[in-house]
């Protein structure tokens, strides 16, 4: 018997969340299950219907008034398309399934599933996250977040799922193709015969751009030929802080040495041609995608030993943690690594298909198939 799975959040634009939704759509359709995903739409909509999966858009993650009146109409269509589970990944949208939950009567409510992606602000507006039968963490880092702050949520409960990349794209005898790779070379001719440090992410204060602006120019300092790779865009307000980095680059007289790459759709093959990658974030990570995309790669990665990040370096590639904020340790290790060849090991628990199987493995224990 097939199982309804709908996936709640707010809507289907890039990020962690919003893959690891089409992830679990696929891995459900993959097994003969029906998977719903309820959103404000976005960028991903054609992907996930491309997948098999129906997309329903309903503004359950916009903050305003109308979002209320979204609640009912989640109830009508729980109910028209005899939903088996509710699996919810963000808070408002959360709080409008829980809701709509809450009219239908308990013969007929579906199952109720909580995935926490991030270490929320622990308020009564957060307390949804973990109201699930099966409150789902995506690293052992979130587990130990619930635990510690919600104690009264039984163990029991709490499922630790750490998040997974796909082997097939993420393996250590990827190549770019020829025709990216000249782009590159045409488009980046300052990069020639230098060491290719890289940090990914949105540019935001918490991601550790100025921290790597520091690192990039104490190795400069000590005449390694480094160039730093900032890899990730601005979007809102914090296009002012992409000018004040730009402008710290400047004052350190690295205009030379560091390239903003913005935001761009080969994040994979800049991956590939780092000599280096770093995960500098000011505050600990959930989980740490792109640690696990660029070990999964073959590129050794430096990291602050907290959080998601930590977690991942600590069981794949230990030589990389350096003490959180700690430049120093960081500029020490990154000498380290360059100064001769380093094996990143091929094997690591952070599999896609494990973590569809894991998740898939709740649903049917909530709603088994005999």
Same mark, same amino acid.
């Given at each position: 018997?097939?199982?309804?799975?709908?996936?709640?959040?707010?809507?289907?634009?890039?990020?962690?969340?919003e893959r690891g939704t089409l992830e679990i759509a696929?891995?459900?359709?993959?097994?003969?299950?029906?998977a719903i995903v309820v959103s404000g739409g976005g960028?991903?909509?054609?992907?996930?219907?491309?997948?098999?999966?129906?997309?329903?858009?309903?503004? &359950? =993650?916009?903050?305003?008034?109308?979002?209320?009146?979204?609640?009912?109409?989640?109830?009508?269509?729980?109910?028209?398309?005899?939903?088996?589970?509710?699996?919810?990944?963000?808070?408002?949208?959360?709080?409008?399934?829980?809701?709509?939950?809450?009219?239908?009567?308990?013969?007929?409510?579906?199952?109720?599933?909580?995935?926490?992606?991030?270490?929320?602000?622990?308020?009564?507006?957060?307390?949804?996250?973990?109201?699930?039968?099966?409150?789902?963490? &995506?690293?052992?880092?979130?587990?130990?977040?619930?635990?510690?702050?919600?104690?009264?949520?039984?163990?029991?409960?709490?499922?630790?799922?750490?998040?997974?990349?796909?082997?097939?794209?993420?393996?250590?005898?990827?190549?770019?193709?020829?025709?990216?790779?000249?782009?590159?070379?045409?488009?980046?001719?300052?990069?020639?015969?230098?060491?290719?440090?890289?940090?990914?992410?949105?540019?935001?204060?918490?991601?550790?751009?100025?921290?790597?602006?520091?690192?990039?120019?104490?190795?400069?300092?000590?005449?390694?030929?480094?160039?730093?790779?900032?890899?990730?865009?601005?979007?809102?307000?914090?296009?002012?802080?992409?000018?004040?980095?730009?402008?710290?680059?400047?004052?350190?007289?690295?205009?030379?040495?560091?390239?903003?790459?913005?935001?761009?759709?080969?994040?994979?093959?800049?991956?590939?041609?780092?000599?280096?990658?770093?995960?500098?974030?000011?505050?600990?990570?959930?989980?740490?995608?792109?640690?696990?995309?660029?070990?999964?790669? =073959?590129?050794?990665?430096?990291?602050?030993?907290?959080?998601?990040?930590?977690?991942?370096?600590?069981?794949?590639?230990?030589?990389?943690?350096?003490?959180?904020?700690?430049?120093?340790?960081?500029?020490?290790?990154?000498?380290?690594?360059?100064?001769?060849?380093?094996?990143?090991?091929?094997?690591?628990?952070?599999?896609?298909?494990?973590?569809?199987?894991?998740?898939?493995?709740?649903?049917?224990?909530?709603?088994?198939?005999?």
């Amino acid at each position: 018997m097939a199982i309804t799975v709908m996936q709640l959040l707010p809507a289907l634009n890039v990020g962690g969340v919003e893959r690891g939704t089409l992830e679990i759509a696929a891995a459900l359709v993959a097994r003969n299950h029906r998977a719903i995903v309820v959103s404000g739409g976005g960028l991903l909509v054609n992907e996930l219907k491309a997948l098999g999966a129906s997309h329903i858009e309903c503004p &359950i =993650g916009e903050k305003s008034l109308r979002t209320l009146s979204c609640v009912r109409r989640l109830r009508a269509i729980i109910k028209h398309e005899e939903v088996d589970i509710v699996h919810a990944r963000s808070r408002l949208p959360a709080w409008v399934g829980y809701r709509a939950l809450a009219g239908i009567s308990k013969q007929r409510r579906p199952r109720w599933i909580t995935t926490v992606h991030g270490p929320y602000t622990v308020n009564a507006y957060s307390n949804i996250m973990v109201t699930g039968e099966r409150v789902i963490a &995506i690293s052992k880092f979130i587990g130990d977040y619930i635990r510690n702050n919600y104690p009264s949520v039984p163990a029991s409960k709490i499922r630790v799922v750490p998040r997974g990349i796909d082997g097939n794209r993420y393996r250590p005898d990827f190549t770019p193709k020829p025709a990216w790779h000249k782009r590159w070379l045409l488009e980046h001719p300052e990069l020639h015969g230098k060491k290719l440090l890289v940090l990914p992410g949105r540019l935001t204060r918490w991601k550790g751009q100025e921290e790597f602006i520091a690192l990039i120019d104490a190795l400069n300092a000590k005449g390694i030929p480094i160039h730093g790779l900032i890899a990730g865009g601005a979007t809102g307000s914090n296009r002012k802080f992409e000018t004040t980095l730009k402008s710290l680059t400047a004052r350190h007289g690295l205009e030379a040495k560091i390239t903003f790459l913005g935001r761009s759709n080969d994040l994979r093959e800049i991956l590939h041609v780092a000599d280096i990658v770093y995960s500098l974030t000011l505050k600990p990570e959930a989980f740490g995608r792109t640690t696990i995309e660029a070990l999964g790669l =073959g590129t050794p990665v430096i990291g602050y030993d907290h959080g998601g990040t930590g977690e991942i370096l600590q069981q794949v590639f230990p030589q990389g943690l350096v003490p959180p904020r700690d430049i120093s340790a960081a500029v020490e290790t990154t000498c380290s690594l360059l100064s001769g060849p380093v094996t990143v090991p091929t094997e690591h628990p952070y599999k896609l298909a494990r973590m569809q199987a894991d998740t898939i493995e709740i649903y049917e224990e909530l709603c088994p198939m005999g």
